[in-house]
């Protein structure tokens, strides 16, 4: 199937630190999502973008859809120790209907 | 406005057994779809089921099959359990197919031994 590479996969961090992750793929998507998940709960939606080069900011969260339509990034400005959690991207071909792909997350820990 | 809700939290079946999973969607959302979620690959999409009907399914053997009642509630069924199916099993809905009105549930915890 197709596949996301996201990066890193881990993460310790000081509080007040910035935090950028990324997804990378060799498909083309046309939606990126980026996720975070607590422990024991569901992924919780962060941020949509649909359309390349789109940048979209939520709070201290900014995510891009890269140009190319193959990657997307997201950042996070100040971290604060519950930012810490998994985060996922996950990204919809044009083909696949609702289907979405996964990255495998980015586990981040802030340390107070 | 309660959240997606799935039952049971936790579950412990050996392997050769069969197990159903429900998930109760957000009222009013249509859309319900289902992943796995294990360490090693990540969320998996299972299938997804709209007004009733499958719309769309991932790769997964026959031994994953799905429903969707009249009032939008969910059931997956796995049968024939193997070691490799223990998982949190994740359903989530949205109003319309629309993804980014999609919100998932808590999970089940399943452990097959």
């Known amino acids: 199937g197709q596949q996301l590479n996201q990066s890193p996969q881990s993460m310790f961090i000081q509080e007040g630190e910035d935090v950028s992750m990324n997804c990378t793929s060799s498909s083309i998507f046309n939606t990126w999502l980026w996720y975070k998940q607590d422990p024991g709960e569901g992924p919780v939606l962060l941020i949509a973008l649909y359309k390349a080069g789109e940048l979209t900011s939520n709070g201290r969260l900014t995510a891009q859809f890269g140009i190319t339509r193959k990657d997307s990034f997201l950042n996070i400005s100040a971290s604060i120790p519950s930012d810490v959690g998994i985060y996922f991207c996950?990204?919809?071909?044009?083909?696949?209907?609702?289907?979405?792909?996964f990255g495998e997350g980015t586990q981040l820990t802030v340390n107070p | 406005k309660a959240g997606v809700t799935q039952t049971p939290r936790y579950l412990i079946k050996t392997r050769g057994q069969q197990v159903t999973l429900s998930c109760s969607p957000i009222?009013?959302?249509?859309?319900v779809s289902w992943y796995q979620q294990t360490p090693g690959q990540g969320l998996q999409f299972l299938f997804e089921?709209?007004?009733?009907?499958?719309?769309n399914k991932g790769n997964f053997p026959g031994r994953f099959s799905g429903r969707q009642f009249s009032n939008s509630r969910s059931e997956m069924n796995v049968s024939t359990l193997e070691l490799g199916d223990s998982a949190l099993y994740l359903c989530a809905s949205s109003r319309t197919t629309s993804l980014n009105e999609q919100f998932f549930g808590p999970g089940t915890r399943l452990t097959v031994l």
């Open positions: 996950a990204g919809l071909l044009e083909t696949s209907g609702s289907r979405l792909t």
């Open positions: 009222s009013g959302h249509r859309s």
């Open positions: 089921y709209f007004s009733e009907t499958q719309r």
